[in-house]
Nanobody
Framework: HVQLVESGGDSVQAGESLRLSCVAS???????MGWFRRGPDNEREGVAV????????IYADSVKGRFTVSQDNDNNLLCLQMNSLNPEDTAMYYC??????????????????WGQGTQVTVS
């Protein structure tokens, strides 16, 4: 079965950058993938989605221009480059995946496979 393992979370100062990674295993086809986060308010927010073709992406308004999602299908790797971090970005960040033929969006219920999360704290 498909497994997702995130890494790269850390505690940083406002204005700094972080790069999150998600390694996927258990499948061979590219998948639609996304990053979601759950902050101190416990609300889950879609951050970025990239389709299996690697060409189409969408972002939450709160991260546009600061975050960039990328996918390396040869290595089953999903990344999230986060620049100009601010305290509002503090959250547990989750990697998610769904089959390439499935509809998906920034809504969490469009994804079926989830990682365990990596914590990002910005102060």
């Amino acid at each position: 079965h498909v497994q997702l393992v995130e890494s790269g979370g850390d505690s940083v100062q406002a204005g700094e950058s972080l790069r999150l990674s998600c390694v996927a295993s258990g499948y061979t086809l590219p998948m639609n993938m996304g990053w979601f986060r759950r902050g101190p308010d416990n609300e889950r927010e879609g951050v970025a989605v990239i389709w299996a073709d690697g060409k189409n992406t969408i972002y939450a308004d709160s991260v546009k221009g600061r975050f960039t999602v990328s996918q390396d299908n040869d290595n089953n790797l999903l990344c999230l480059q986060m620049n100009s971090l601010n305290p509002e970005d503090t959250a547990m960040y989750y990697c998610a995946a769904t089959r390439p033929w499935a509809d998906c969006s920034l809504r969490a219920n469009t994804f079926t496979i989830w990682g365990q999360g990596t914590q990002v704290t910005v102060s």
